[in-house]
């Protein structure tokens, strides 16, 4: 059992991290105000104060951070610059110093947004980023904001689907929502990328602590696909109307964030450390579908008043 303090909470990966862990570690999170009944324990705080890390810090004494916040929505961060730099390069960066002083494991959350996507293949973490917006640029200096203060840092570039507080945050949520109530939505055929159930994300990286692991590591599903097929997985392991989702361009689509075409990485090095295979897609299909059976996404959203 370990001390974790977790950002970001109220998240998507926040949220299902903490669900993960809270069981079989003693977990502390830091929110700023959404989750008023959560079945774990809860700082209240804005990470952009600049007393609210050194405080939960004092009082979690945590033997591991894991950074689940940041400004994630490619659309905001492309609106508000200044805001996605405080929140995805500075405030990861004060958090890895800080737990170099304490002698913390920290674990900064990046993204596979950080490639251009012009690859044919899979990216390993030796190829060259190449960022197309504001959220991956920041994204990018944020990892290496991390590891210029922190060498021990683990950086982990993820990917992932699943239930969430608002019931809106991830594709997976989008597909199923729309399916559900019979509206039809369209899948880019042309962005490729590599979804792993966020829970699978969540286990996976507590194995990456507890392997004393550190260094820029890929963690996403072993198995590439488009957005459009994704959606059409989902339909079908929900015995929804597939016909309902049409495919199409992202050339075509109204986003002002620039999106990459091909964003499969491989997870080769992240595998060979771990000395196993990560989750097969299927696999983490079938959990996302039987945590719908059990009521798992109501229950998330019953922690917010
Ligand atoms: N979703 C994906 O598939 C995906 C893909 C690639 C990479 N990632 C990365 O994975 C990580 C987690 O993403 P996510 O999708 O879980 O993000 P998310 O759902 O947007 O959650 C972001 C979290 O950060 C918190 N936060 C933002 N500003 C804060 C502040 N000033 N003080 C305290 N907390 C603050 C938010 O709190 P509030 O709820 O109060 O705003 C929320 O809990 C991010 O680093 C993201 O870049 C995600």
């Known amino acids: 059992m370990a001390r974790i303090l977790i950002t970001g909470p109220s998240g998507l990966l926040g949220i299902n991290f903490a669900l993960e862990t809270m069981n079989k570690h003693e977990l502390v999170a830091i929110d700023r105000g959404k989750l008023t009944r959560a079945p774990f324990r809860v700082l209240n705080g804005d990470l952009l104060n600049a007393e609210t890390l050194d405080s939960a810090l004092d009082f979690a004494r945590p033997q591991w951070l894991i950074n689940c916040a940041a400004l994630a929505d490619l659309e905001a961060c ?33 993204t596979d947004a950080v ?40 950086v982990a570039r993820v990917n992932f689907y699943g239930w969430s507080l608002s019931g809106r945050r991830s594709l997976a949520e989008f597909f199923h929502h729309n399916l559900t109530h019979q509206k039809s939505m369209s899948g880019f055929t042309d962005v490729k990328f590599c979804p792993m159930l966020v829970n699978d994300t969540a286990r996976i990286l507590i194995k990456m602590l507890q392997k004393n692991m550190s260094g820029l590591y890929h963690l996403v599903g072993p198995q590439a696909m488009s957005k459009y097929q994704f959606g059409i997985e989902i339909a079908r392991r929900f ?67």
């Open 78 to 110: 492309e609106n508000n610059p200044g805001m996605s730099r405080r929140l995805n390069v500075d405030l990861p960066a004060q958090m890895a110093q800080a737990c170099k002083a304490r002698g913390i494991s920290f674990v900064h959350i990046s």
């Open 115 to 154: 490639f251009d996507g012009e690859k044919n293949g899979f990216y390993t973490e030796e190829d060259s980023p190449n960022p197309l917006g504001v959220y991956a640029q920041t994204k990018l200096d944020g990892e290496q904001a991390v590891f210029a203060e922190n060498e021990n840092a683990i």
């Open 239 to 305: 015995g929804l109307k597939a016909s309902e989702i049409s495919p199409k361009s992202i050339n075509t689509s109204s986003l002002i964030a620039r999106r990459a075409h091909n964003l499969c990485l491989s997870t080769q090095k992240l595998s060979t450390a771990l000395g196993e295979s990560l989750p097969e897609f299927s696999t983490g299909l079938n959990e996302f579908y039987t945590q719908f059976e059990q009521g798992y996404p109501q229950k998330i959203r019953s922690y917010q008043q």
